[in-house]
């Protein structure tokens, strides 16, 4: 697919993941019902919940990428890496406010050791780690390997960093236990969520494409000015 | 396979000899975990908390810092005459230099390992007792995981700008379960409870050793490659 | 005949070398000649293109490909805290040699450092080093021998050694590439020279043909580039 019509993908699914959020964050404010233990500020859930995915879906596909780029040295591959790590990065930031808002109000601590949210706030640094690999070496394309490296590590280090959180957690019972997401959420809370997951995935995919074309602009615009100097 | 080994031999032997030449690691990193101890003394209220209840911590933090100190130097040694060069060049697998590397790595952090242990019972009083056996396994697995992926992200971090600082920020995120399962089963064996209480543990940190290692040796070869 | 096929990562590179020749290749800094020497070497993977020895594609970082490679830079490649003879028994390990005592034993000889075999490297003169580095380069009896700048940081009288060793060397048996700014030394040995801007070969040609001043052609190769 040439650069063209994925920005053009890139856009439209941008736009229709924003307009597909509008409707959530409508139905989130004015359409599913208040949570009864929690009150109001619950809600965010409808936030915090799909944003926390969104992340690992792009943290996933960063390290999907970055294999693929050691293996078969393509640099579209690494844009695709680099593109979505990025979008991992934006949504674990979200998932790593909301969390300590929402915990505020509803447990009256900003910070819990929940598992989730200690493994995104783990995963928020490998990633942070793998940006500065890639934007602190002399040559571009050790950056991009080294990086690469990171990214694969850190994607097969998550089980053990959930198992082990969890684990933690279990020896060390926080004082107060309250499932925000129980097997019995009520319906329209469900097709709340399940609504939001799909905006958020749909609007990650966008921001992907958008940040990948971006990539091969850039990339572009390199390789001329470098034929032009010459 | 027999030449693998011999050749992970050289190297492991070589780094070894050069080590206890110069004595540079172990002495920066003795000096260092005493010097913790020392300071530690002074940073808690002995009067209020026994050691036994916050000793597991300290021994891990203290082994994750002094490690860190000790895996930074990794190729320090080999880019004075641009010696890992010529390691590169000869015709060893990356895997068998990056299996070398980490193991002198673990001899010589398990060495401070054990040295911070020795200090905690010197200095306050640890009781140890009948689980030193199942201590020094424990940290023996910890200590191996920490090389594996400490060896291959100083290889990372010495190609970079930020070099040794870089280190910490890519190597703690990934050892949490390191620092979790190894102060968990210590704490379990420092309260005195059956070992079988901390096999859980034990697995885990077998585990992710394991994986880290075959992980390092897989990856070495994309990060040394010029 | 032995051939290096297309190498195109330094740009459009077509160099095709026969046993016994002894080429140097000329230019100024950044020209490409480092990187087109470890790509010779097997250092530097190439972004495109390949090289061929022999009617085979080698792939990269081929272990068989080391066997047959030689190189030596301005740096040693050496370990100061390790004796002459230490080195050599160490690169001569990861070589997987038979006969390794004959061989470090007649390589300290070849190269007048018998009498200094047991002193740690960072004890040797600037001199004895480059000659131990030469040693430690031709240890495996490679059939391709690759030079980088090895007159750097020498003295005249170490200079004069290596300029007996390198004539040595020229045995119509192997195939000698050396890259250098230094006109003088250069051309001293070479049977065929290039010159390198850009990394493009912007002359190549036989020694013999080179007449008068190869000083001033040098230059008005490279400024006519500009």
Redesign the interface.
Request: charged share 10%.
């Given at each position: 697919m040439s650069t063209k019509k994925i920005l053009l993908a890139g856009t439209m699914l941008a736009m229709i993941g924003l307009v597909w959020l509008g409707v959530v964050y409508w139905m989130s404010f004015f359409w599913v019902s208040t949570e009864v233990t929690q009150g109001i500020a619950q809600r965010i859930f409808y936030v915090h919940v799909p944003a926390a995915w969104t992340s690992f879906l792009a943290f996933g596909l960063a390290a999907l990428f970055s294999g693929m780029y050691?293996w078969l040295r393509d640099e579209r591959l690494d844009r695709a890496a680099v593109s979505a790590a990025e979008g991992g990065m934006v949504f674990a930031t979200i998932m790593l406010t909301t969390g300590p808002l929402w915990g505020k109000i509803a447990w009256g601590t900003y910070w819990t050791w929940e598992p989730r949210l200690t493994l995104t706030l783990?995963?928020w640094?490998?990633f942070?780690?793998y940006f500065?690999?890639r934007s602190?070496?002399?040559n571009p394309e050790?950056?991009k390997?080294?990086a690469?490296?990171?990214a694969?590590?850190?994607a097969?280090?998550i089980p053990?960093?959930h198992?082990?959180?969890i684990?933690?957690r279990s020896?060390h019972p926080a004082p107060v236990v309250i499932k925000p997401e129980g097997p019995t959420l009520p319906g329209d809370m469900l097709t709340t969520l399940l609504m939001s997951l799909g905006a958020f995935t749909v609007l990650f995919l966008g921001l992907f494409l958008l940040r990948y074309s971006l990539e091969n602009l850039r990339s572009e615009l390199d390789t001329r000015s470098r034929h032009a100097s010459? | 396979m027999r030449n693998y080994l011999k050749q992970i031999r050289t190297i492991l032997w070589k780094d070894l000899l050069v080590e206890f030449r110069t004595r540079e690691r172990l002495i920066a990193m003795g000096a260092f975990v005493v010097l913790v101890a020392i300071l530690f003394n002074y940073a808690t209220d002995w009067a209020r908390v026994s050691p036994e209840d916050i000793a597991s911590g300290l021994v891990w933090m203290t082994i994750m810092f002094a490690g860190l100190l000790g895996v930074g130097r990794t190729f320090h040694l080999e880019a004075e005459d641009g010696a890992f060069q010529g390691i590169l060049m000869s015709p060893v697998p990356k895997d068998a230099i990056f299996i070398a590397k980490a193991l002198a790595n673990f001899v010589f952090l398990y060495i401070m390992a054990l040295l911070v242990v020795g200090v905690f019972i010197f200095f306050f009083g640890l009781e140890v007792g009948g689980s030193f056996g199942m201590l020094t396994l424990v940290i023996a697995l910890g200590v191996l995981a920490f090389v594996a992926l400490g060896t291959l992200f100083t290889a990372v971090s010495t190609g970079t700008r930020m070099g040794d600082t870089l280190l910490p920020v890519l190597i703690f995120p990934l050892l949490a379960p390191v620092v979790i399962y190894g102060t968990g089963a210590t704490s379990q064996f420092l309260a005195g409870r059956p070992v079988t209480e901390a096999e859980g543990s034990i697995r885990m940190l077998a585990a992710f050793a394991l994986t880290a290692f075959f992980l390092g040796s897989w990856l070495f070869r994309f990060v040394v490659e010029d | 005949m032995r051939e290096y096929g297309t190498v195109t990562a330094v740009d459009g590179i077509d160099l095709s070398l026969a046993r016994g020749e002894f080429l140097t290749i000329f230019g100024p800094n950044g020209a490409g000649k480092t990187s087109l020497l470890a790509l010779l070497a097997g250092a530097l993977r190439p972004n495109r293109g390949q090289v061929w020895l022999r009617g085979e594609t080698l792939d990269f970082g081929e272990v068989e490909w080391r066997h047959r490679i030689g190189v030596l830079s301005h740096q040693g490649f050496l370990y100061g805290h390790l004796s002459a003879e230490e080195n050599l028994r160490f690169y001569g390990q990861l070589f997987g040699l038979s006969d390794l005592d004959y061989v470090v034993n007649h390589k300290l000889q070849h190269l007048g450092l018998q009498d200094r075999a047991g002193s740690l490297v960072r004890d040797l003169s600037h001199g004895m080093k480059q000659r131990l580095a030469l040693a430690r380069a031709l240890l495996h009896d490679p059939d391709i021998v690759l030079l980088d700048e090895p007159y750097t940081g020498l003295d005249p009288s170490a200079a004069i050694v290596l300029q007996g060793v390198l004539s040595d060397l020229k045995d119509g048996q192997r195939t000698i590439v050396m890259v250098t700014h230094n006109l003088t030394e250069g051309l001293a040995l070479a049977t065929t020279a290039a010159i390198m801007n850009r990394g493009r070969f912007v002359w190549q040609g036989k020694r013999a043909e080179i007449e008068g001043d190869f000083g001033q052609f040098y230059h008005g190769v490279i400024e006519g580039e500009e």
């Open positions: 050691l783990l995963l640094f490998i942070l780690g500065l690999v602190s070496t002399e050790k950056g390997r080294h690469a490296v990171v694969i590590v850190g097969l280090d053990f960093i198992l082990s959180v684990w933690f020896l010459v | - | -």
